[in-house]
Nanobody, 127 residues
Framework: QVQLVESGGGLVQAGDSLRLSCDASGRTFSTYALGWFRQAPGKEREFVAA????????AYTDSVQGRFTIGRENAKNTLYLQMNSLEPEDTAVYYC????????????????????WGQGTQVTVSS
C-alpha cells in the first residue's frame, strides 16, 4: 500500500510556471506506475500525464504536451509535474495516483486503472 500527498499548488498568472510534487510513503515506490489527473470546477476529472515505474516511459494529454513534464525520483519517493506556460484552462485540483506494476514499460492513462490517490492540490491560473 502507498499513501500519496500532493503539494506545490497555488495561484499564478498566465504564462507562469509551477512545479507540483507528490510524496509517497512506503519502500516500494519504484514498483508503482504513477499519474497526474486534474479536475476543473464543474468538470469531470481528466488525465494529465503518466510515467512508468522506471521513469523511462511517459504519456501526456494533448492539451499539456510540450508545456508539462512529468518526472520521478525513486530514491526520494517523489513524483513531479513541471508545468510551464500555464493557461487559465489549467485551473483545477491536481491529483497524483499510483498503480503497482512490475513491468518497466507500463503507464496508465485511465482513472479506473489506478489503485491509490492523493487528496489533491489546487492550481489557479489567472488571466
Amino acid at each position: 500500500q502507498v499513501q500519496l500527498v500532493e503539494s506545490g499548488g497555488g495561484l499564478v498568472q498566465a504564462g507562469d510556471s509551477l512545479r507540483l510534487s507528490c510524496d509517497a510513503s512506503g519502500r516500494t515506490f519504484s514498483t508503482y506506475a504513477l499519474g497526474w489527473f486534474r479536475q476543473a470546477p464543474g468538470k469531470e476529472r481528466e488525465f494529465v500525464a503518466a510515467i512508468s515505474n522506471s521513469g523511462g516511459y511517459t504519456a501526456y494529454t494533448d492539451s499539456v504536451q510540450g508545456r508539462f513534464t512529468i518526472g520521478r525520483e525513486n530514491a526520494k519517493n517523489t513524483l513531479y509535474l513541471q508545468m510551464n506556460s500555464l493557461e487559465p484552462e489549467d485551473t483545477a485540483v491536481y491529483y497524483c495516483a499510483a498503480k503497482r506494476t512490475y513491468f518497466r514499460r507500463d503507464y496508465f492513462t485511465r482513472q479506473d486503472e489506478y489503485d491509490y490517490w492523493g487528496q489533491g492540490t489546487q492550481v489557479t491560473v489567472s488571466s
